[in-house]
């Protein structure tokens, strides 16, 4: 007997607005209805096309015979209320991703803040290979649909009933690499008919794709741009990013220049210390001279431990010397060594203990 797929609706948030427009000037409808259809998705939050109050009842059971309001699935939450959050969701063709949300009271940037920061998935797994990342170890396997991408954000805001007001495109995957439904969705984010995050606070964290930093320089919102450096020369980058072989500095810094020309705005080097693997004082005094070039501001984050890997974090008071090198050369830099970050600098584990559980019939801990 032949089987078929059963038919899979298309998340509504899958649409722009001039998409839905359009599904609806097809469908006969007066245009105005987009405005109080998105009013409904993503201001009222409604779980059930029937909520739809103020549509005809013809035009609700069209919407919902085509459209789905939300396909993913939470499957573990880890930290509580006044900590950071893992949250591990299902996708729907059974894919595990992860997100992770700081509250308010912890400094995400390396400064106190007022903001709700949620880290979201851009892809399924990584093609990257970084050498100390817990996402790369499992290999890539998809890219995540805008979709995919805009509901983290609206099931973090159900789950903890609090507004993200500042998002980080750092969780599992490169964003870069998935360019077209990265702009798709921060298109709905930052719009105040959608989600109405402004641009920004809205960071892309990029290991450093430069001819990708190149077109979303060209794009018009302003986004943040945050590098994955991680290691100051060529040599100490080749030997834990691959990507660097590819793109290595000097490539990347022309990127860098081209987006700091167009933007305006302050680039962030994101620097994860790594005892005896790019911790040497030499490598600070030549990663500070590289963030002047381009007026960057660097984040120092001591390493944490991600299972299978050897990799270990130095002393506090090398991290020290390593910041005041930094300081010493006139760059402005910061040390993010708060409690409740040990969580979130080893993206892509929760997802892999979950897999692994899958897999796994023995009892884990988790
Ligand atoms: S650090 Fe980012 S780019 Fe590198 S393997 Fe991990 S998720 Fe991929």
């Not at 992860?98 to 979201?120: H, K, M, N, W, Y």
């Not at 691959?242 to 987006?259: D, I, Q, S, T, W």
Request: glycine share 6%.
């Amino acid at each position: 007997m032949l089987m078929t797929e059963p038919y899979r609706k298309i998340p509504i948030t899958q649409l722009s607005r001039a998409e839905l427009e359009a599904v609806l000037v097809e469908w006969g409808e007066r245009p105005f209805r987009v405005k109080q259809i998105l009013k409904w998705v993503y201001e009222k939050r409604i779980e059930s096309f029937e909520e739809m109050t103020d549509l005809d009842p013809s035009l609700r059971e069209a919407l919902a015979a085509n459209y789905s309001l939300g396909e993913m699935e939470l499957v573990r939450r880890q930290g509580s209320e006044d900590t950071t959050q893992k949250l591990l969701f299902r996708l729907s063709d059974k894919r595990l991703i992860e997100c992770v949300l700081i509250p308010a009271s912890i400094a995400f940037d390396g400064e106190r803040s007022d903001r709700q920061t949620l880290c979201v998935s851009s892809q399924v797994g990584c093609a990257y290979d970084c050498k100390f990342c817990a996402s790369g170890l499992a290999g890539f396997t998809r890219n995540l649909t805008s979709s995919e991408i805009v509901e983290q954000v609206m099931q973090t805001e159900a789950l903890s009933g609090k507004r993200v007001n500042n998002l980080v495109f750092m969780g599992m995957g490169e964003p870069l690499a998935n360019l077209t439904n990265l702009l798709r969705a921060t298109e709905i984010i930052n719009e105040p008919w959608g989600i109405g995050i402004g641009a920004r606070h809205l960071t892309v964290s990029t290991s450093g794709l430069a001819p990708q930093i190149m077109k979303l320089a060209d794009q018009p919102l302003q986004l943040r741009l945050a590098v994955s450096l991680h290691g100051a020369t060529d040599e100490v980058r080749d030997r834990i990013m691959p990507v660097n072989r590819k793109y290595p500095l000097e490539r990347l810094f022309e990127a860098l220049r081209y987006y700091r020309e167009k933007k305006k705005q302050r680039i962030t080097f994101e620097y994860i210390l790594i005892e005896d693997v790019n911790d040497a004082l030499e490598q600070a005094r030549v990663l500070a001279e590289r963030a002047k070039l381009v007026n960057a501001k660097v984040n120092l984050i001591p390493y944490n431990t991600v299972d299978g890997l050897p990799w270990k974090r130095p002393s506090e008071a090398h991290q020290d010397a390593f910041l005041a090198v930094l300081k010493k050369a006139g760059c402005v830099a910061t040390l993010r060594r708060e409690k409740g970050h040990d969580i979130e600098a080893a993206c892509g584990q929760l997802r892999l203990r979950e897999e692994a559980k899958l897999t796994d019939p023995s009892p884990q801990s988790s």
